[in-house]
């Protein structure tokens, strides 16, 4: 299914999505984050892919070494089809090649290496949630811009056929 063009509008909490293979994990990062942010978790890359668009995403947080898709390849096929949703990637590697693979493919938010901390997490996706707010807010005057614009031929128009 297609993703749908529905305009972002961001609530009082961040929606994040968390997809790891590691179940105790997903249990873990709920139980840690459910007061701070509505959580979402999934195993599934397919599943999470559906969840993007079904449950309004704007964060979404992978593990990258999973068995049926790396992290940075679902990072990679969500940038083009979600492009405002912030992408961060969390992975044990410290070699640069998956680095550079993530941020050149996955075009993602963040980098964070294993073992990580709540506190990391947390501070990330603030910065995520308030880079949301930014793209909201250009996406608003924009459309402010053009509706405008559209104003000015309008009455430009008007005065050349006067």
Known sequence: MPPSNKRMELGEKPKVLYLDDDES?????????????????????????????????EIVITDHNMPSMSGVEFLESISQDYPNVQRILLTGYTE?????EAINKGKVFRILTK???MKEI???????????????????????????????????RQRLLS
Do not use: H
């Open 96 to 100: 640069l090649v998956p680095v550079m």
């Open 122 to 156: 947390s501070t990330m996706v603030s910065e995520a949630w308030e880079q949301c707010r930014m793209i909201l807010e250009k996406e608003k005057t924009i459309t402010q811009l053009m509706r405008q614009n559209q104003q000015f031929e309008f009455i430009l």
């Open 115 to 117: 073992p990580f901390n």
């Open 25 to 57: 994990n997903l249990v873990t990062f709920r139980a840690n984050f459910r007061s701070q942010f509505e959580v979402f978790t999934s195993s599934n890359p397919v599943e999470a892919y559906n969840m993007i668009n079904d449950q309004g995403i």
